[in-house]
């Protein structure tokens, strides 16, 4: 791969640059906003490189997303789904050496929309929840069905096409986090999956020292984009928030769809 780095033309450059700093902003204020860069990534990038240079640029963004709002986690709601996407994760890993890359893609794209239905549906109604003790409440208001069904989609989409954030958003919001909770709590759960990711991910072939080399250059990509995310959480309100998420989600279903 690295004939194919230096062969990239400078517009690619600029499009994965792009890429890195929506992955920050993803990670401090904008969960789901990353399908983007899965688009560009494998726009530019073939497949499989594609999906580990990206893990590795989610994985720097993660540890800014810890840094800004790991006090802030839902606990409770974390171990809850701490089975099911084990399971997930075991289910896409097989799914991702067997079955054709396309065809993995839609079927999470008619997934994402179906989730994106019910947790609007659900929405509907709940009551809203100003807290975290609230959210509590909510999340277990959804049922150990939901949270079972919601984590082991997080872990086979994640696993499968770095796709995870737009699955688990859903459930956080179908949750009613407060933004800073959401965010919390979504730093957590995707700094362990992603690090558990990476031997996976190794053993598979998508991270090479090649892929190595691509992310360093990247890296400075996240951390603008990370303290970009900050700014927006700080100006951005609830509503404004639960909308940006919803429509992030939506986009980037359709994007699985018809990549």
């Not at 090649?210 to 100006?235: Q, S, Y």
Request: hydrophobic share 60%; glycine share 10%; aromatic share 10%.
């Amino acid at each position: 791969m690295t004939s194919e780095l230096l062969g990239l033309a400078p517009l690619a450059w600029v499009l994965l640059a792009l890429s890195a700093i929506i992955v920050g902003v993803s990670k401090t204020a904008l969960p789901g906003i990353n399908t983007i860069s899965i688009a560009i990534f494998a726009a530019v990038l073939p497949a499989k490189a594609s999906t580990g240079a990206l893990l590795l640029l989610l994985i720097v963004g993660d540890a800014f997303a810890l840094w800004s709002y790991r006090r802030h986690a839902n606990w409770p709601t974390l171990i809850r789904l701490v089975p099911a996407v084990i399971a997930g994760l075991a289910l896409g890993a097989l799914f991702l050496a067997l079955a054709d890359d396309t065809w993995v893609r839609r079927f999470i794209g008619v997934i994402l929309l179906l989730v994106i239905a019910f947790t609007l549906w659900q929405r509907r109604r709940k009551p809203k929840a100003g807290d975290n003790a609230a959210a509590d409440e909510a999340a277990a208001g959804a049922g150990r069905l939901a949270g079972m069904s919601y984590g082991s989609l997080g872990g086979f989409t994640t696993m499968v096409a770095n796709a995870g954030g737009p699955v688990m958003s859903m459930y956080f919001l179908a949750a009613r986090f407060p933004v800073k909770a959401f965010l919390g709590t979504a730093a957590w759960f995707f700094a362990v999956i992603n690090l558990v990711k990476v031997p996976i991910s190794v053993g598979l072939g998508l991270i090479t020292t090649d892929t190595l080399l691509l992310d360093l250059l990247l890296v400075p990509g996240v951390i603008v984009g990370a303290f970009v995310g900050r700014w927006i959480t700080r100006h951005i309100n609830q509503r404004t928030f639960d909308v940006a998420v919803i429509v992030c989600t939506i986009l980037g279903a359709v994007y699985l769809l018809v990549s």
